[in-house]
C-alpha cells in the first residue's frame, strides 16, 4: 500500500477510534512500527492527531474517548503533581472514590499504604490495589468497558446508590465556565455524576489543558465541588469565578 494511501487510512482509523497505538497499526497494514511512526509523524505535522509513546490520540473535540493504556502516557508530570496535592487530603480512617480516570490512578499510587476505604469503578485502580493489606477496596460491578478498563452501565450506577463517601475525587474532560463540568463519555459522567451527589466533599481533579473548554457529556456545575485540584496556578479570571462558586483551588 502506498504511504499516501496508509496515512488516508489511519486518519479514518483515529477519527472513528479517536486513538491508536503503533503497535496495532503495524499490525493491521504488515508494516514495521517504524513506517507507522513516520506515518504519525507526518499526520502530526497536518495537525490531525498528537503522538504520544506507543500511539497517537486526536485533541480537542466534544466526543473524545482516548484509550486508557494510551491516556496513562499524557501528561504525566502533570498527573503526578496534581496526585501528590490531593493525598495530601486523604487521611487514615477516610472513605473515598475514585473514578475510572488516569489520575486517580495515580491518586491511587500514593494513597495505597494508608488504612482507608476506597470505592472504584476502575478495574486498574483494584488491580493496584489489590495488595495493599490496609486498603479496603469495593470495586462496584457492571459491565466491563475495554476502552477505559472500568465498570460501566445502570447495574454500576445502582451499586455505587448504595454507599457514601467522605471524599471524593472526580475528573472529567473538560470544565468552562458556562458549559460546566463535562465528559465525553456519557456512562463516565453518571458514575462522577452519582459520586458527587453520594460525598461529603467533592474534588475536581483537572489539568491546565482542560480549563474552557467543553466536552459531550455534562456532569455537574461547580456549586457541586469543594476544591479543584490542578497542576498550575490558575490565571485571575478563573480565580474570581472559583471564589464566586466558593471553590477552594489547590495547587502548588
Known amino acids: 500500500m502506498l504511504a499516501i494511501l496508509r496515512r488516508n487510512k489511519i486518519k479514518e482509523i483515529i477519527s472513528e477510534e479517536k486513538s491508536v497505538s503503533v503497535a496495532d497499526l503495524a499490525k493491521r497494514f504488515e508494516v514495521t512500527e517504524e513506517t507507522v511512526r513516520r506515518d504519525l509523524q507526518e499526520l502530526e505535522k497536518e495537525g490531525i492527531l498528537k503522538r504520544i509513546y506507543g500511539g497517537a490520540y486526536v485533541d480537542d473535540v ?16 502533570e498527573k503526578e503533581i496534581i496526585a501528590v496535592e490531593c493525598a495530601k487530603h486523604v487521611k487514615s480512617g477516610d472513605s473515598i472514590f475514585l473514578d475510572a480516570s488516569t489520575t486517580s490512578l495515580y491518586i491511587a499510587t500514593k494513597v495505597k499504604n ?7 469503578n476502575s478495574l486498574k485502580i483494584a488491580n493496584l490495589l489489590s495488595d495493599s493489606p490496609d486498603i479496603h477496596l469495593l470495586l462496584i460491578g457492571g459491565i466491563y468497558n475495554r476502552r477505559s478498563m472500568s465498570l460501566l452501565g445502570k447495574n454500576t450506577e445502582e451499586s455505587l446508590k448504595q454507599y457514601f463517601v467522605d471524599k471524593a475525587f472526580i475528573s472529567c474532560r473538560s470544565i468552562h465556565q458556562n458549559s460546566g463540568i463535562t465528559d465525553s463519555n456519557e456512562q463516565q ?6 459520586a458527587i451527589k453520594h460525598s461529603n466533599q467533592t474534588y475536581l481533579v483537572v489539568d491546565h489543558t482542560k480549563f474552557d473548554k ?9 456549586d457541586d465541588i469543594d476544591y479543584i485540584v490542578t497542576n498550575q496556578k490558575v490565571n485571575e479570571e478563573w480565580q474570581t469565578y472559583l471564589d464566586l462558586k466558593k471553590v477552594f483551588v489547590v495547587q502548588p
Do not use: W
Open 114 to 120: 494508608l488504612r482507608i476505604t476506597i470505592i472504584t
Open 62 to 77: 466534544v466526543q473524545d474517548d482516548v484509550d486508557v493504556t494510551l491516556r496513562e502516557r499524557i501528561l504525566v508530570k
Open 214 to 222: 467543553t466536552s459531550f457529556a455534562y456532569i455537574s456545575n461547580f
Open 189 to 194: 459522567a453518571e458514575i462522577r455524576k452519582i
